[in-house]
Structures are given as structure tokens and as C-alpha cells.
């Protein structure tokens, strides 16, 4: 059975998505559970979305609608929620199979040193492009954020959306400035390991995971 405070969760986030116009046709909200995660259903929408309306599955599950995200949880033990989103200049993005970089500090500390586009929608591609970054384009539209909260998978997304719109507007106006490589690394590595560690913590007890 569902912890009603993940139901909640959920419930509250899918409701922030739609209210920043990230939503779209094939939105995915998930969190990790005792027993495995829980999902919105296959094709439903995330405006008004309830904790009634949410289904839980064991990570092995062979549901081929619910195969990435639980793979996602299996390859990731750290992370405990999993979003897929339609932001208008992401999906802009993820179409031309571009790569979102460092064009943004808070890009590089909560998202990694950039956002590329997989070669494919496949769920081992999508994994194997989540390594060691919280997000990646996907080919035909959208992003897969991922967080060791479900407030961390959320603000990822919101951070990735506030980069496509510079790197977008960058490129139309004469070319973006990234960061420096080796900065970009620190901030992420300072981001992660310590400045967000205790944060993630209490968010997390709140969350009910």
C-alpha cells in the first residue's frame, strides 16, 4: 500500500508541473516506494492528478509501459523520483538533437556539466545517458529528470527548462558563454556532496520515502 504523504507528494508536483506549462502528452511522475514506485498510469495526464490515481510496481516489473522507469530506479539506488516533461524549448531542444551545455551555474550543479540529447528513446540508451548527470533530452520530445527527491527531480527540471530557453535565446543572438569546464565540475561536485547533502535529507523524511 502507498504511504498517503508519497500519494500527497505526487499528487502536489504533478500539480507544479502543470502549473510552470511543463506538461505534455506522455508525462511520467514516479517515486520510489518500500516495495518498488509508484506511477501515474500509462497515458494519463498530469492536471489533476490524485493519489488515487497512481499505480505501484515491483522494480522487476515486465510491464514494457513501466520497463525505464524501473530500470531507472535499479541502476540509480540513490535517487528516489523520476519525471518525464514536455517544457516547449526542451522538447525544441530534444527535436533537433542538440545539446544543452554549461550555460547556467545552477545548470551545472543540479542538472551536470550538460543535457544531451540519447541517440534513441530506448530504454537502455535513456538509462545509460542518465550516468553521472539528473537529466537527458529524449529524441522525440522532452526530458528525463531524476533526484534524490522528488523537490530535487522537480527543481532539475525547472533548472533544465530555464537553460533551454538561454542556450535557445543564446544561440539566436550571437552564441552562448559557457562555463568553464573545470568550474562547472567543482560546482557540480560542492552541489552534490555537500551543500545539498543535509537539504536532500530533510526533504526527504517530509516526503515520505
Same mark, same amino acid.
Given at each position: 500500500m502507498i504511504d498517503n504523504r508519497i500519494k500527497q507528494t505526487i499528487a502536489d508536483y504533478a500539480a507544479k508541473i502543470v502549473a510552470e506549462g511543463m506538461n505534455g502528452k506522455g508525462d511520467r511522475i514516479a517515486m520510489r516506494t518500500k516495495d518498488g514506485f509508484c506511477v501515474n498510469e500509462a497515458n494519463s495526464s498530469l492536471e489533476g +492528478? *490524485? @493519489? %488515487?490515481d497512481l499505480v505501484e510496481l515491483s522494480l522487476d516489473t515486465q %510491464?514494457?509501459?513501466y520497463a525505464l522507469i524501473a530500470r531507472m530506479f535499479q541502476k540509480r539506488p540513490e535517487i528516489h523520483a523520476v519525471l518525464y516533461t514536455h517544457a516547449p524549448f526542451v522538447c525544441a531542444v530534444a527535436r533537433a538533437k542538440a545539446t544543452i551545455p554549461a550555460v547556467l551555474d545552477d545548470m551545472t550543479q543540479i542538472v551536470g556539466l550538460n543535457c544531451k540529447t540519447c541517440k534513441s528513446a530506448t530504454t537502455e540508451d535513456l538509462v545509460n545517458g542518465l550516468k553521472r548527470r539528473n537529466s537527458v533530452l529524449v529524441p522525440d520530445g522532452g526530458a528525463l529528470t531524476v533526484g534524490r527527491t522528488m523537490d530535487e527531480a522537480y527543481t532539475c527540471a525547472l533548472v533544465l527548462d530555464k537553460a533551454s530557453h538561454a542556450y535557445v535565446c543564446g544561440s539566436v543572438i550571437g @552564441?552562448? *558563454? +559557457?562555463i568553464n569546464c573545470i568550474e562547472a565540475k567543482l560546482m557540480n561536485i560542492i552541489y552534490q556532496k555537500k551543500y545539498s547533502k543535509v537539504n536532500q535529507e530533510n526533504i526527504s523524511k517530509r516526503e515520505g520515502e
Amino acid at each position: 500500500m502507498i504511504d498517503n504523504r508519497i500519494k500527497q507528494t505526487i499528487a502536489d508536483y504533478a500539480a507544479k508541473i502543470v502549473a510552470e506549462g511543463m506538461n505534455g502528452k506522455g508525462d511520467r511522475i514516479a517515486m520510489r516506494t518500500k516495495d518498488g514506485f509508484c506511477v501515474n498510469e500509462a497515458n494519463s495526464s498530469l492536471e489533476g +492528478l *490524485k @493519489g %488515487d490515481d497512481l499505480v505501484e510496481l515491483s522494480l522487476d516489473t515486465q %510491464d514494457r509501459e513501466y520497463a525505464l522507469i524501473a530500470r531507472m530506479f535499479q541502476k540509480r539506488p540513490e535517487i528516489h523520483a523520476v519525471l518525464y516533461t514536455h517544457a516547449p524549448f526542451v522538447c525544441a531542444v530534444a527535436r533537433a538533437k542538440a545539446t544543452i551545455p554549461a550555460v547556467l551555474d545552477d545548470m551545472t550543479q543540479i542538472v551536470g556539466l550538460n543535457c544531451k540529447t540519447c541517440k534513441s528513446a530506448t530504454t537502455e540508451d535513456l538509462v545509460n545517458g542518465l550516468k553521472r548527470r539528473n537529466s537527458v533530452l529524449v529524441p522525440d520530445g522532452g526530458a528525463l529528470t531524476v533526484g534524490r527527491t522528488m523537490d530535487e527531480a522537480y527543481t532539475c527540471a525547472l533548472v533544465l527548462d530555464k537553460a533551454s530557453h538561454a542556450y535557445v535565446c543564446g544561440s539566436v543572438i550571437g @552564441g552562448n *558563454k +559557457l562555463i568553464n569546464c573545470i568550474e562547472a565540475k567543482l560546482m557540480n561536485i560542492i552541489y552534490q556532496k555537500k551543500y545539498s547533502k543535509v537539504n536532500q535529507e530533510n526533504i526527504s523524511k517530509r516526503e515520505g520515502e
